[in-house]
C-alpha cells in the first residue's frame, strides 16, 4: 500500500476529550493528515480492537492508512494498513512476518547504531525522535534536537517521518532536514478545532517541503 508520511496523526485518547479519537481524527483528515497511529499503551488489548474497528469503519474511503502501534494482535483484528513498533517492541522479522508482505510497517529510531540495523527489506518507513521532549510519551529516550534529525534522516535507507514535540513552527527547521513529514500529537489532539489545526500544519509542511 502507497503512503505519505507528511502529516502523520499519532492518536492520543486522553488528550481527544473534548473530541473523541474518531471525531479528531475525521477533522484531522479533512485537515489534511495523511496517516494515523492508533496508540494507547495502557489499553487492554480488547478495548483497542473496538476503537480499532471504529477507527477503520470512520476512515474508510479516505484513502489514508490506520496504523497501530505495537500491538500486533490488534494491528491483524482489526486488519489495519499497518503497524508501528519501536527497539523494545516485537522483532522487526517477526513482525513482519506476522503482519504480511502487503502491510505498513514502521520502526522507530533513536540512534545512529539503530539505524545501520535497519533492513529495507523489512521496514518501509523510519519514525526519527523525538526530535524535543514531549509529555505525550512518558519516559521516551533522550531528545536528539534538530542536528540529531538531520543526521539520522541522512543516514536513514527508508523515507522517514520526525516525531516528538513537534508543532506547526517546527515545519521548516524539520523538513530542511530531509525527513518526509512530521508526526504530531497534541498539536492535534485536544486542540479544540482539530480540523483547522490539521490544515494549518498540512499547509506549513507543503510549503516548508516546497521550499526546501
Aim: charged share 15%; hydrophobic share 45%; glycine share 8%.
Amino acid at each position: 500500500m502507497t503512503f505519505d508520511l507528511s502529516l502523520y496523526l499519532v492518536l492520543d485518547r486522553d488528550l481527544c476529550r473534548d473530541h473523541s479519537v474518531i471525531e479528531t481524527t475525521v477533522a484531522a483528515i479533512r485537515g489534511g493528515a495523511t496517516m494515523v497511529q492508533l496508540r494507547d499503551k495502557n489499553a487492554h488489548t480488547d478495548d483497542m480492537i473496538k476503537i480499532g474497528h471504529a477507527l477503520m469503519a470512520a476512515m474508510a474511503g479516505s484513502n489514508v492508512p490506520l496504523i497501530v502501534n505495537d500491538n500486533i494482535e490488534v494491528a491483524l483484528a482489526i486488519k489495519a494498513h499497518g503497524l508501528h513498533i519501536g527497539q523494545d517492541d516485537m522483532p522487526v522479522a517477526r513482525a513482519r512476518q506476522q503482519l504480511g508482505d502487503d502491510k505498513i510497517l514502521g520502526l522507530s529510531v533513536e540512534s545512529e547504531s539503530a539505524m545501520q540495523a535497519v533492513d529495507p527489506a523489512l521496514v518501509d518507513y523510519i519514525g526519527i525522535g523525538p526530535v524535543f521532549a514531549t509529555a505525550t510519551k512518558p519516559g521516551h529516550k533522550p531528545a536528539i534536537g534538530l542536528d540529531g534529525l538531520k543526521h539520522l534522516v541522512g543516514l536513514s535507507p527508508l523515507p522517514a517521518v520526525a516525531i516528538g514535540g513537534l508543532k506547526t513552527k517546527h515545519a521548516n527547521a524539520v523538513m530542511a532536514t530531509g525527513a518526509q513529514g512530521m508526526a504530531v500529537v497534541s498539536a492535534i489532539c485536544g486542540q479544540p478545532a482539530p480540523e483547522t489545526a490539521s490544515r494549518t500544519l498540512a499547509d506549513a509542511i507543503l510549503a516548508a517541503s516546497s521550499a526546501s
